[in-house]
């Protein structure tokens, strides 16, 4: 893993050492054992590293043997030997061990093709001095982030928004329609950013710039295919899954310094552990952290996870867990800044709480992020699916039935709770169902944001609602099953703009390198050919999953509940964190320059600590962008 950051004067001048050099240092983070600039006529790149492959030859940025294409690269690239030697064998020279030099050299054979040839995860640029052109390209699910700005003329890219802060042109204009749709949705989709005149490359997508004319133009090379579906039958398609987790775990494994691998107390860390238990010549170091709060602690099952994957793989696991309590407020701070815009998933505090941990033991880890998206394993595809049957109901009287059973079910001081979540889906029963999906997963109506927006949101009304932005990207879907569309919606846009930005956001703020086997491009594909049946069945989803590997998987995990991987926010803001909430939201920047309304914020909050409502979800949302409004000048 690693931190990548260029410029490119439109106007001919050579970019500033110093304004680059500020840049990639601010990803020290990113990339604590090397660094390296490269600056040629009105170009320059620069690049923060995290060694992993050939720890000695990999520095950045690299150049092929001619010296006229570089490139810098955060990622990795899975299936590089395979590619080097193909390339050796058609003449190409190379002078390092590393997966990058790979990069040059495919480019030298494919141009701004290249990328479709790579397996792996991904942020690239690549510099052509011949062709005066700079390609950028992200991966296909976009794991690892590629963010720019181009002013009149000056084109600045990088890892982080926040070290493009450090460029003294950086465009501060706030972008509110994107703000808006972040009270909704916790997270600010591509392409978009905090910024107007800021964005963020999308997943599978390639940008080709002239150096010259400033002129480019943005291409897609990649989107999964819901529509096509496997001929093989369940039992064939099991074998296969099989062999492919089996390929993707084992790609993952090379490294030549310490590896290891996250494990909760779910099936997709157990089926990770268990196939790299199986895979590995030594000892398996696994790593897991355990809360004091029992509605969010897995300790147990995280034990009998192991011990099972101990006596189905023969192999002891070198186990590693801590005792975490995620309320650290410095560390939300330190993630929002070096995030710089803002992000309200809360369980990026215990990610990097787990990565900090982990860190000191080894530099990469697996994870299971990716399966539920993939395998249908959140609540909300079951919510879906039960919900069917009401669309019979005429809509008028589908919303009062859901407005009379939401009455019926009490305020729940937690929303985490059954009746907490019982309370959302009945909820969003009301709803037509393209926005049931919306009213499902959003956190703040457009109507609750409207009562608490002030003088800085106002001259930017009407919001574009965040229906329509979802409904936007439901037209690039190919799936046609009403459930199955959304995990591909999941997989176009809560999977690339919250699970992966909290998981590169956590892991590299601690150094760590975090590599995702469920998201390998073969399993993504195949998953998207199999039929919704095979993994939403009546009861519970990633049938498929735990019907394929459940020798992997602990009885008492094959049966249990998804928890997923939360902090107890409702706890925190009636108690350690009451004071520090309210001097926070109500003397602060967003208050205090009238971007929101006091009034309303003081009604939530006092709702929220007297036990009357749970605004827990919203009020984080909140003090995250207030410490984002604090740290936007840093």
């Known amino acids: 893993m690693c931190g990548i950051s260029g410029i490119v004067n439109i106007d001919g001048k050579t970019p500033s050492k110093e304004i680059l050099g500020r840049m990639t240092d601010s990803m020290t983070h990113r990339g604590p054992d090397d660094s390296g600039l490269f600056i040629h006529e009105n170009t320059g790149l620069g690049h923060r590293r995290l060694s992993i492959i050939d720890l000695g030859g990999g520095s950045q940025p690299l150049s092929n043997e001619s010296s006229e294409i570089w490139t810098v690269f955060n990622g990795e690239i899975y299936n590089y030997r395979e590619l080097r030697d193909q390339l050796k064998a058609e003449g190409h020279i190379f002078k390092t061990a590393s997966d990058t030099e790979v990069i040059v050299h495919l480019y030298e054979k494919y141009g701004k093709d290249f990328a479709t040839r790579l397996e792996g995860m991904f942020a690239i640029a690549v510099y052509d001095r011949r062709k005066e052109k700079l390609i950028l390209t ?89 529509h096509k579906k496997t001929s093989m039958n369940f039992q064939e398609s099991s074998t296969h899954l099989r062999t492919l987790m089996e390929k993707a775990v084992e790609k993952r494994l090379e490294s030549d310094v310490p590896l290891g691998v996250f494990l909760s107390g779910g099936i997709d860390s157990a089926i990770v552990c268990g196939l790299m238990a199986k895979k590995c010549l030594t000892d398996v170091k696994s790593f897991s952290i355990a809360f004091e709060n029992p509605l969010y602690d897995e300790s147990e099952l995280i034990k009998r996870s192991a011990s099972h994957i101990e006596h189905i793989s023969g192999r002891t696991l070198s186990k590693h867990m801590q005792t975490v309590n995620p309320a650290d407020f410095d560390a939300l701070i330190r993630l929002i800044s070096n995030l710089g815009e803002p992000f309200a998933d809360a369980s990026l505090l215990p990610t990097f709480m787990l990565s900090r941990f982990t860190r000191e033991h080894v530099t990469v880890a697996m994870s299971g992020d990716g399966a539920d998206e993939l395998f249908a394993g959140y609540d909300r595809y079951r919510a879906m699916k039960a919900l069917r049957p009401f669309d019979l109901v005429p809509h008028p009287l589908r919303k009062a039935l859901s407005q009379a059973f939401s009455a019926i079910l009490f305020h729940e001081p937690d929303e985490r709770t059954r009746t907490g979540r019982l309370k959302r889906i009945v909820k969003s029963m009301g709803a037509e169902y393209r926005h049931r999906y919306h009213d499902m997963t959003v956190r703040f109506s457009d109507q609750q944001k409207n009562e608490l927006y002030a003088e800085k949101f106002i001259p930017h009304k009407p919001f574009k609602s965040s229906r329509e932005q979802l409904s936007g990207i439901l037209s690039r879907c190919s799936s046609r099953d009403s459930t199955e569309i959304l995990q591909e919606l999941d997989l176009l846009c809560y999977l690339p703009g919250d699970i992966l930005v909290k998981a590169d956001t956590a892991s590299m703020a601690a150094s760590l390198e975090t590599r995702s086997p469920f998201l390998d491009r073969e399993i993504v594909e195949f998953a998207a050919a199999l039929p919704e049946k095979w993994k939403l069945n009546r009861k519970q989803g990633k049938y498929i999953l735990r019907e394929t590997f459940k020798d992997l998987i602990a009885p008492e995990i094959l049966c249990s509940k998804k928890r997923g991987f939360g902090v107890p926010l409702s706890f925190w803001f009636r108690n350690q964190w009451k004071e520090l909430l309210k001097s926070c939201l109500l003397d602060g920047l967003a208050v205090g320059e009238k971007f929101l309304n006091k009034k309303r914020l003081e009604e939530m909050i006092y709702l929220h600590q007297s036990g009357k409502r749970d605004y827990s979800y919203q009020l984080w949302a909140l003090l995250v962008f207030e410490i984002f409004l604090e740290n936007r000048n840093s």
């Open 138 to 226: 992200r991966d296909r699910l976009g794991k690892k982030p590629i963010c720019y700005f181009y002013t009149k003329n000056i084109f600045a890219f990088s890892s982080e928004i926040s070290s493009l802060k450090k460029h003294p042109d950086f465009p501060e204009e706030l972008n509110f329609q994107a703000l808006h749709e972040y009270f909704s949705l916790q997270y600010i989709s591509a392409p978009d950013t905090a910024y107007k005149k800021v964005f963020k490359l999308m997943p599978a997508s390639t940008m080709e710039l002239d150096t010259i004319s400033g002129e480019y133009k943005i291409e897609t090379y990649w989107q999964p295919d819901f």
